[in-house]
């Protein structure tokens, strides 16, 4: 049986909450609320030093555990035992933010552990250095409803532009990813077709997880109290029945100089990813411009921020892959364990 980690990505919006507690519901993988600590762990990790010292994990599983944005209290963990259980694991930035994530899989009982968060379909390529086995799930939605959902979160203060750009975003990322990972690596559904019918969808992904399909998985509104935090309002369909009542809703929560922006600026990757286009008249010219702009503006960031990651792989201090599972022990050469080299009863 697989103990690969499984990571839930998209554009924010698209559904990715209610297919983390569809994972979840699997009797084999728990999928905890999104805790933000893994990506700034990675871009500080010279901070921590070299984390094949005890010391250093520790100082690391403590700033994971106490730090008020790191939101690790989602987890519902003992702080002390995540650090003694972090310093004992293998000197690795991967293995210490990994054994929070196992911990929480202990929870419950379960083999598997995944997170979930949208924004990690640009950050791919930072989460395979951490954990070189990973998988990935991309789950696309029309880009129409994204937008429209973006700009009702209370937590969403930028504009239009900004939303149609987010999922631009991650269709392009999702699309580099299609060409470049492995069959077993990534794997792409669209939310449509998860809503319209979930047994058949995610018969499929387990397929792809190498697991057994469960009917738990279909009817996840359970494992919301456990996985979704109650403050998370925005994520209150999430208590109810899977539904496809949201398809489609941009056409009336959009404006229509936001429809015409979206067709203009999304259309063909819109139809790339099977989604008709309804023929909007042409946006103005000053809406075009100034999408262009922040298009522009965010890919500069990501650039520089991408320059910068690669000077630092140059002077990393430690081992950043996990050394965790039966996969990432292999890849860095460490033996493997009796349990792993005993061969299954038949």
Known sequence: MSDRPVFVIGCPRSGTTMLQLMLHSHPRMAVPPETRFLIPAYYRRRTWGDLRLDHRRRALAQWIATDRSTKFRELKLDKDEFVREAVEAPGSLGSVIGTAFRMYADRFDKARWGDKRPSYVKQVDLLLRLFPDAQFIHLVRDGRDCVASLKEMPWYTLDSFHAVSTWAEAIDAGGRLRRTLADDTYYELRYEDLTDDPMTELKKLCHFLEE????????????????????????????????????????????????????????????????????????????VTACQKTMQKRKASRMRKGMRDRFNRLREPSPVAAMLTSAQRSLAGVPQQRSELTEPAV
């Open 212 to 287: 057994d399909f469960s009917p738990s998985m279909i009817s996840p509104r359970e494992a919301a109290s456990v996985a979704v935090p109650q403050h998370k309002v925005w994520h209150r369909n999430t208590h109810h029945e899977v539904t496809r009542s949201r398809v489609g809703s941009w056409a009336n929560r959009l404006d229509d100089w936001e429809i015409a922006l979206c067709e203009h600026m999304l259309g063909d990757r819109l139809e790339s990813m099977g989604y008709e286009l309804i023929g909007a008249s042409k946006p103005a010219k000053e809406h």
